[in-house]
Each structure stands twice: as structure tokens, then as C-alpha cells.
């Protein structure tokens, strides 16, 4: 199995910063691109940041110079740094992992994190 465990989160003040961590376990052959995706209530879940397995990075335009997705491939994490966090984005932030899993090999599957709460106050 695979598992993909979100921490940090919380509660921030707006105009203040928070991380993000998600570390992938379990069976894993291969972690291709890993993911930030934020959800409102009600509301679809929206792309915030993408990283590719290289490095190379993503995101909406909404948040380009204020948050930073990075990854460690040797823990098999990824982060998001959250800077100048808005009121208007106190949303569940969920990572994903499109991940190769060793019981499916040649095959890449997508993984979802748990979810975490970020609450910004205004």
C-alpha cells in the first residue's frame, strides 16, 4: 500500500505564513510529479502547485511569488511554503502523488493525501 500523511496547517493570521509537509510511504517503485491541491466547502478542489520529479515547478497565478513548492526525493516529500496567506485561502489543502507503486509496476497511479486545514484569520 501507499500512503501519503500531510502535516502542519493551523491557524495564521492573514499576511503571515504557514508549511505544508506530505511524505509518501509504503510501496513505492517510482514518485513522478507531486501536488497541492486546495478545497473550499461546497466548492471543487482546485491545483495550487505542481512539482515534477527534476524540480521543475507549477502554479496558479494566484499564489506565483508567494508560495513555494519544493520536494526532498530522498524522503519521498513534498512541501509547500506558504507566504502573505489571504483570508480568502483558508481552504483543506491536499497533496497528491502520481506514484509507481511496486505491486503495479509500469503503471502510475494518483494518491491523495488525507487533507490538512489551514485557517487564515483576516
Known amino acids: 500500500q501507499v500512503q501519503l500523511v500531510e502535516s502542519g496547517g493551523g491557524l495564521v493570521q492573514a499576511g503571515g505564513s504557514l508549511r505544508l509537509s506530505c511524505a509518501a510511504s509504503g510501496s513505492i517503485f517510482d514518485l513522478n510529479a507531486m501536488d497541492w491541491y486546495r478545497q473550499a466547502p461546497g466548492k471543487q478542489r482546485k491545483l495550487v502547485a505542481s512539482i515534477a520529479r527534476a524540480g521543475s515547478t507549477g502554479y496558479v497565478d494566484s499564489v506565483k511569488g508567494r508560495f513555494i513548492i519544493s520536494r526532498d526525493n530522498a524522503k519521498n516529500t513534498v512541501y509547500l511554503q506558504m507566504n502573505s496567506l489571504k483570508h480568502e485561502e483558508k481552504d483543506v489543502y491536499y497533496c497528491?502523488?502520481?506514484?509507481?507503486?511496486?505491486?503495479?509496476?509500469?503503471?502510475?497511479?494518483?494518491?491523495w493525501g488525507q487533507g490538512k486545514e489551514v485557517t487564515v484569520s483576516s
Open positions: 497528491q502523488g502520481i506514484i509507481e507503486n511496486m505491486s503495479d509496476r509500469g503503471r502510475f497511479s494518483t494518491y
